[in-house]
């Protein structure tokens, strides 16, 4: 589809309509600005080269999160990837179950970093359907019908995969804090 039937002049246009929304959405699912600074300009190479495929079914924006939400996706395959072949090369094997890369997103206050990053590896470890409504909605603000959308399935499923991945991030809140109590009395003892 050209430019001008989606009422824009020109690319640049597009871009300044859209580059705040999906550096935010790859921050949020990447946590580091760097990273998502790389996505940022990813999607919208992608954006420019697939322009002529976008069909219409659905709103300029959403197709551009959808792009955005995969290749924030491929980058943390990517990560993981390159972490692992680090991790083998220098024989740290024995990383704690579950960590993270560092989180570094400028809005959140450097003490609650660590907690906020504990938070974002166990949502890293949700399935990838749970992970990407959970972002979509509750950190991108998106409706669960423009979610759905995005996912491309139902509202009701939306719901369904939010109500499981709240349930599973509340349980892993409580044996976190489990633990906390049993240290603390552990030292106090």
Same mark, same amino acid.
């Given at each position: ?10 690319? =640049?246009?597009?871009? /300044? +309509?859209?580059?705040?929304? #999906? ?5 949020? @699912?990447? &946590? %580091?600005?760097?990273?998502? =600074?790389?996505?940022? /300009? +990813?999607?919208?190479?992608? #954006? ?5 495929? @976008?069909? &219409? %079914?659905s ?18 395959r ?21 960590a ?43 409706s ?7 996912l ?38």
């Open positions: 589809m050209s430019l001008h039937r989606l009422g824009y002049s020109s690319f =640049e246009q597009l871009y /300044q +309509d859209h580059v705040r929304t #999906v550096f935010n959405l790859s921050l949020n @699912f990447l &946590g %580091r600005r760097e990273e998502a =600074e790389e996505v940022t /300009q +990813d999607v919208f190479v992608s #954006v420019h080269r697939n322009l002529d495929r @976008f069909e &219409g %079914r709103a300029l924006r959403t197709w551009i999160h959808r792009i955005t939400m995969n290749t924030a996706l491929d980058r943390i990517s990560l993981r990837r390159k972490k692992r072949s680090i991790l083998q090369k220098v024989q740290l094997d024995a990383l704690p179950a579950g993270v890369l560092e989180m570094d997103h400028p809005g959140v206050l450097l003490e609650d970093r660590e907690a906020l990053t504990q938070v974002f590896g166990w949502m890293r470890e949700l399935p990838k359907a749970q992970y990407k409504a959970l972002v979509l909605q509750a950190m991108e603000g998106l669960m019908k423009e979610v759905a959308e995005i491309q399935v139902s509202p009701k499923a939306v719901e369904s995969l939010l109500g499981r991945a709240r349930a599973t991030l509340k349980a892993r809140q409580e044996e976190a804090r489990d633990l906390d109590r049993n240290s603390v009395k552990g030292t106090r003892t």
